[in-house]
């Protein structure tokens, strides 16, 4: 007997390997964010350099940056912001930054800081903070080298997830409940094998995948993408289980269209 169960709609939840490579991104474009070059505690005045466009990875960048001067801009009549000891733009009017592209300077390492005229004839350069301007082709090959870097944390903690849910469901494989007793499916609630059709407890070992929860079904073995159901669901898909396997060997039945009409009308999650 085939019975097609209509799955039900998905609620999104981040599972906890997927929780832990967002986190690990996180981080990551944490370091990607260059340093601002602030300057000692007792310094007035410091610049700020912002990435809008491209490359960075801690002091490292390649692309379009904002340089920006931060201090009370009121007593301040020009800045000129300075690359190795040399002006390179001068800005008259607050706010005081000026948009630079690395791609317009040599490789290499580079001093930036920015000269302040105060508009009582008083002037003061800021600290320098120092970056290591790259190439186009240099910025792609670390790009291209964290790529990999991060694939094989994604690939690998796939691998271990599949390692880990085929040990522990190895035994439960052939595992059937018995006929009219209630289930338990535990704190992450039950799902329904869209491949045999019969309810099996969600594994805290399942890896979420945003479209759905990949699980190991605990009756016909298969590995499939599911979603957890409602009581009522389950309910009638216990029901129409409990019928299968009441009947004797070999003998055709029809379901019973109160029970699959149950399932069609129940086609959302209740809260995790």
């Known amino acids: 007997m085939t019975i097609k169960i209509i799955q039900t709609r998905f609620q999104s939840h ?11 991104l996180i981080i990551i474009g944490l370091f990607l964010i260059p340093s601002s070059g602030a300057a000692a505690q007792d310094d007035d005045f ?15 960048i390649q692309g ?10 009121a007593v301040v009549d020009t800045v000129s912001f300075l690359i190795d000891d040399e002006i ?19 490789p290499g390492y580079h001093q930036l800081a920015a000269k302040v005229h105060f ?43 599949a390692f ?6 190895k035994k439960t494989s052939n595992h059937t409940p018995s006929t009219g007793k209630p289930r338990s499916y535990g704190v992450l609630g039950g799902t329904i094998c869209p491949k045999c ?16 929860r990949l699980d190991r079904c605990e009756h016909c073995g298969k590995w499939v993408m599911t979603v957890r159901a409602t009581p009522a669901a389950l309910s009638a898909a216990e029901q129409l289980e ?31």
């Open 14 to 24: 981040i599972s906890m390997q997927a929780k832990g490579i967002i986190i690990l």
């Open 88 to 106: 390179f733009a001068t800005v008259d009017s607050a706010p005081f930054k000026y948009q630079f592209s690395t791609e317009d300077f040599e």
């Open 164 to 169: 880990v849910q085929s040990l522990l469901t």
């Open 46 to 60: 410091n610049i700020n350099v912002r990435r809008d466009f491209g490359y960075g990875m801690g002091n490292t």
């Open 242 to 272: 409990d019928i299968a396997e009441s009947e004797p060997e070999g003998e055709m039945h029809s379901p019973q269209p109160d029970a699959v009409d149950e399932i069609d009308d129940t086609k959302y999650f209740d809260e995790i």
């Open 197 to 212: 059709g019969k309810p099996f407890p969600r594994h805290i070992w399942g890896m979420n995948l945003v479209v759905g």
């Open 64 to 73: 379009r940056f904002t340089v920006r001067l931060i201090g009370e801009e």
């Open 119 to 161: 508009a009582d004839g008083s002037v003061e350069t800021t600290p320098a903070a120092q970056f290591r301007f790259l190439s186009s082709t240099e910025a792609n090959r670390q790009i291209r080298d964290l790529m990999l870097v991060l694939g094989g944390v994604v690939i690998g903690a796939v691998l271990i997830t």
